[in-house]
């Protein structure tokens, strides 16, 4: 049996004629820039997420980016994360001219280790930028701590987290801003890019407005440089559909984790832990093992996919000047050590079995 990652079009085909059809309407309504379902899209997830306030934008990375220059981070300033993410999240802090320091994660979470914050602290140090990696929601008690101590800015990386919760409240509404990405296999994902930007106070959410559409609030007056970062009025579309089965979704991850636990107990394989101060969103499912690439071999050789969420951390890359970057051992034996394993809401029961067979007989 082949077992993919994801099944987008398996849950395609559950939404197949509402989504047909709302497509249908909107092209027949040809307001594709900014449209009803962009500005309804924006209402609707800021009411499920309880944010202040929501803006769609065009990708993750936009997110990322508008979120970081509306919390006023600038260039020469220094911006703290983790090192293990995808890149964009130290891209964006890059574009603006400041200075990702990356800092090591706790064992086991993946997440930033807020041990570790305070002595990478300096002077030109603005803000926190915690990635609630893989849907589970950062040590945001301790992290928003330290940055009232030090009067810094706390920027949520949630392009992995959608509805997940810690301490009963969503990921995004914790710190001043926070950044989501609707990629097509994000927990909730649309079908090409999308992203957003969820902010606290008003000010901040005047500038996203503005900055992803070409630093303007009224046409044709340009108070500030933006960008052309607005999400599209189809992607809208199917975004307001998924996000009413968002708790469904959230919910089958989390069983789909559950049982895989169950499954992999007592084995090599070391299975992520279920917090219960806070709701795990399951957007992947990352075990850790010795020889992970004879695993990664054995298994895709079964026709099971699985994937490596990170072989290279961020401080190792290139393009972060890999020699100069300090030494993150549990960041750099994390990457030599982790296997995300299929997991979407549509998952059975044997698709499960047959990937635990698989993974235990490598
Ligand atoms: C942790 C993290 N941050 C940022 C992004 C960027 O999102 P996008 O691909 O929508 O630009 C991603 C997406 O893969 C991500 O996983």
Redesign the pocket.
């Known amino acids: 049996m082949n077992i993919p990652m994801v099944d987008l079009k398996g849950q395609y085909e559950t939404l197949k004629t509402e989504i047909d059809s709302a497509i249908l309407q909107a092209l027949g309504e040809t307001r594709f820039i900014l449209g009803p379902n962009v500005q309804a899209f924006d209402q609707e997830a800021a009411v499920y997420l309880g944010a202040n306030h929501a803006i769609s934008c065009a990708?993750?990375?936009?997110?990322?980016h508008l979120a970081l220059l509306a919390a006023g981070v600038q260039c020469g300033d220094e911006v703290i994360t983790s090192a293990f993410?995808?890149i964009?999240?130290a891209e964006a802090i890059r574009y603006i001219g400041a200075t990702p320091v990356f800092i090591d994660i706790q064992p086991g979470s993946f997440n930033i280790d807020p041990d570790k914050i305070r002595a990478a602290i300096t002077a030109k140090t603005r803000a926190i930028l915690p990635?609630h990696?893989f849907g589970q929601p950062a040590d945001m008690d301790e992290i928003q701590a330290l940055a009232d101590e030090f009067g810094l800015i706390v920027v949520e990386?949630c392009?992995?987290s959608f509805g997940s919760r810690y301490r009963g409240k969503t990921t995004g509404t914790i710190g001043a801003v926070g950044?989501f990405?609707?990629?097509p296999s994000?927990n909730l994902g649309c079908y090409g890019?999308?992203?957003m930007v969820t902010a606290a106070d008003e000010d901040t959410a005047k500038q996203i407005i503005m900055l992803r559409n070409h630093g303007s609030s009224q046409q044709y007056h340009h108070d500030v440089i933006g960008f052309n970062s607005r999400l599209d009025e189809l992607q809208a579309v199917i975004l307001r559909i998924k996000l009413r089965h968002i708790d469904d979704y959230n919910r089958k991850r989390l069983a789909v984790a559950q049982r895989y636990n169950r499954l992999l107990a007592g084995s090599r394989f070391q299975t992520p832990a279920i917090p219960d101060d806070r709701d795990h969103v399951f957007h992947q499912y990352t075990v850790l093992c010795d020889e992970r690439d004879a695993v990664r071999e054995a298994i895709t050789a079964k026709g099971i996919a699985c994937a490596v969420y990170y072989p290279i951390p961020l401080h190792r890359q290139k393009a972060f000047g890999h020699t100069e970057q300090p030494e993150l051992p549990v960041t750099e034996l994390t990457s030599s050590r982790c296997l995300s394993l299929p997991i979407f809401p549509e998952m059975t029961e044997q698709q499960i079995e047959t990937v635990c067979e698989a993974v235990l007989g490598a």
């Open positions: 990708s993750g990375t936009d997110a990322l993410t995808f964009a999240t990635v990696l990386d392009a992995q950044a990405s609707f990629f994000k890019d999308g992203g």
